[in-house]
């Protein structure tokens, strides 16, 4: 069983930046892919970046999101910059086993959400 936990949403302003964190317990975090998802009010849950021995992106944040894991600290990270209004959603993140996946279905567990606004 994983546990997630973020942490890091907020509200800023268009153009700025935000670190968004995510806690896991676990003794077999390493062994995880995780995920960072998006939802957007009225809209469906969105892939937005994954990690395990490789990174992928959606094309929507490439060049302005990076996500980061410290195995050490059981911790994923998305530093998000020159944010825009649309980026405004809750974020959650997720974990499986294996590779990276950008189907939401394709993952195990899931944190609780953190809400991100971008006001323009």
């Known amino acids: 069983q994983v546990q997630l936990v973020e942490s890091g949403g907020g509200l800023v302003q268009a153009g700025g930046s935000l670190r968004l964190s995510c806690a896991a317990s676990?003794?077999?975090?390493?062994?995880?892919?995780m995920g960072w998802f998006r939802q957007a009010p009225g809209k469906e849950r969105e892939f937005v970046a994954g990690?395990?021995?490789?990174?992928s992106y959606a094309d929507s944040v490439k060049g302005r999101f990076t996500i980061s894991r410290d195995n050490a600290k059981n911790t994923v990270y998305l530093q998000m910059n020159s944010l825009k209004p649309e980026d405004t959603a809750v974020y959650y993140c997720?974990?499986?086993?294996?590779?990276?996946?950008?189907?939401?279905?394709?993952?195990?567990?899931w944190g609780q959400g953190t809400q991100v606004t971008v006001s323009s």
């Open positions: 990690i395990n021995w490789s990174t």
């Open positions: 676990g003794r077999t975090f390493s062994s995880y892919a």
């Open positions: 997720a974990a499986r086993r294996g590779p990276t996946r950008r189907d939401e279905y394709e993952y195990d567990y």
